[in-house]
């Protein structure tokens, strides 16, 4: 017996593969897929054209949920059962899918077929990365996974793709989600901005409060993932299959191995079952960053009603200004609210309130003046470079880093954004340890 959600969709993809959107042109193409022009088509197709004035070749899914709720549709299904008189589909027409708007200079990729030729593969290929049949889930074979899992001390589990995933999502990181725009309030991992202009907007306030969410990543599902692919004008074949490569469900043996003192353990376990951001993907930082716009923009109004500043710098939450403790309350418990509207929950625990007498610390950086790195910090890197440059880098490597050398220009820079004084005493204290054998 042909079930509603088979004859909506074999409807559904007839419909749109027809050369005209009228009525006529509906019934006609309905009459092609049952072999004979049933009486209900009309009603079906007077209601599809209410619906949708033109033909939405995007969102052939879409259609076929909406005929799959219409009476005319159900009670022919019902009445077929109640006869013994199935309704047999004799013929499947269907048309590729196309674009119909780009609201960003994004590339177009009108089929699944399209967007595996842009990745130079196969459809079979596209298929098994985009994790089609659930295997990466399934499978207790690792060989059979598309990541490698790593549970921190911290309790975070890292979830990085392995070589070939990881050079596909870097394509799509560039190609797909470069063109779109996030939030001005945004500033992880966003090109032209870092964590200096993340705690600018936040030097030299009175009181500064940091909010963390918890489990950031992770929370953003594929659902949400899926709308950002379709707000960009992607078909939903290609949202669908676009959102796979970019998330993952985590595989029960790796689940099994969390730590039994995981905070919020439950809740955590739920989300990597489900759809998620893998926080190790080349992907996840700019996804998360486009997922969250509406809690950005939200966050940003709060803001401007308190008459205070905001940024976000991925999972920390920064706001600023003139606050008394009452004014402080009411903001956290917006927040809070804010957060869960939009399925992101507030890391309690981690919540800091600081101000001008405290060490006002943000991604890293005391914003007391103006943006830069502990002094402590900057006095424990001048020690090492001292060190080494009587004993040598080797000697100064106590974590063993692969290339160590680097590493120190790296934090040399780090410390000296924006701070000359600083900047000459490393550079020359880094000149003559790397001079020294």
């Not at 969709?9 to 049933?38: E, I, M, N, Y």
């Not at 598309?146 to 995933?165: F, M, N, Q, V």
């Not at 809690?295 to 991925?314: E, K, N």
Request: aromatic share 6%; with cysteine; net charge positive.
């Amino acid at each position: 017996m042909t079930t509603i959600h088979a004859l909506a969709t074999a409807l559904a993809d007839a419909f749109l593969a027809g050369d005209g959107w009228r009525r006529a042109d509906l019934v006609g193409q309905g009459g092609l897929v049952l072999g004979v022009r049933r009486r209900w088509l009309w009603p079906v197709a007077d209601a599809v054209l209410v619906a949708y004035p033109r033909p939405p070749t995007d969102r052939p899914r879409e259609l076929a949920t909406f005929l799959s709720t219409l009476d005319p549709l159900r009670a022919a299904i019902a009445a077929a059962r109640q006869h013994q008189r199935p309704i047999v589909i004799r013929t499947r027409p269907v048309t590729p899918t196309r674009t119909v708007r780009r609201p960003w200079r994004t590339p177009v990729i009108d089929t699944v077929g399209d967007l595996a030729a842009m990745l130079d593969l196969s459809i079979a290929h596209l298929d098994w990365y985009a994790d089609r049949r659930a295997m990466n889930r399934r499978a207790t074979a690792h060989r059979l996974h598309h990541y490698h899992y790593r549970w921190t001390d911290h309790g975070r589990l890292i979830e990085a793709p392995k070589s070939r995933l990881r050079a596909l999502q870097r394509r799509l990181l560039a190609e797909v989600l470069g063109p779109i725009p996030v939030h001005p309030a945004a500033h992880g991992f966003v090109p032209g901005r870092s964590a200096h202009t993340f705690a600018a907007a936040h030097a030299a306030q009175p009181v500064v409060v940091r909010v963390d969410l918890l489990a950031f990543f992770t929370r953003i599902p594929a659902a949400r993932v899926h709308g950002l692919f379709r707000t960009a004008g992607y078909p939903e074949p290609v949202a669908h299959t676009l959102t796979r490569l970019c998330t993952t469900r985590t595989p029960h043996p790796v689940l099994r191995r969390a730590p039994t003192d995981l905070p919020h353990r439950a809740a955590w376990l739920t989300a990597l079952r489900t759809g998620h951001l893998p926080q190790g993907a080349p992907t996840s930082p700019a996804l998360a960053n486009l997922c969250a716009y509406r809690l950005d923009r939200r966050l940003t109004g709060l803001a401007d009603a308190f008459g205070i500043a905001y940024s976000r710098y991925a999972d920390d939450l920064a706001f600023s200004g003139d606050l008394t403790t009452r004014r402080i309350d009411d903001l956290i418990a917006a927040v809070t609210g804010i957060a869960r509207d939009e399925g992101f929950q507030v890391h309690t625990g981690k919540t800091r309130i600081r101000g001008r007498a405290d060490r006002q610390l943000l991604a890293g950086l005391v914003v007391n003046q103006h943006p830069a790195p502990p002094r402590d910090e900057y006095d424990q890197l001048r020690a090492i470079l001292h060190n080494a440059a009587r004993t040598g880098l080797a000697e100064q490597n106590r974590t063993d880093h692969p290339d160590f050398a680097q590493y120190l220009i790296g934090r040399v820079t780090w410390v000296s954004h924006h701070h000359p004084a600083r900047a000459a005493k490393l550079a020359a204290l880094l000149a003559h340890a790397l001079a020294t054998p």
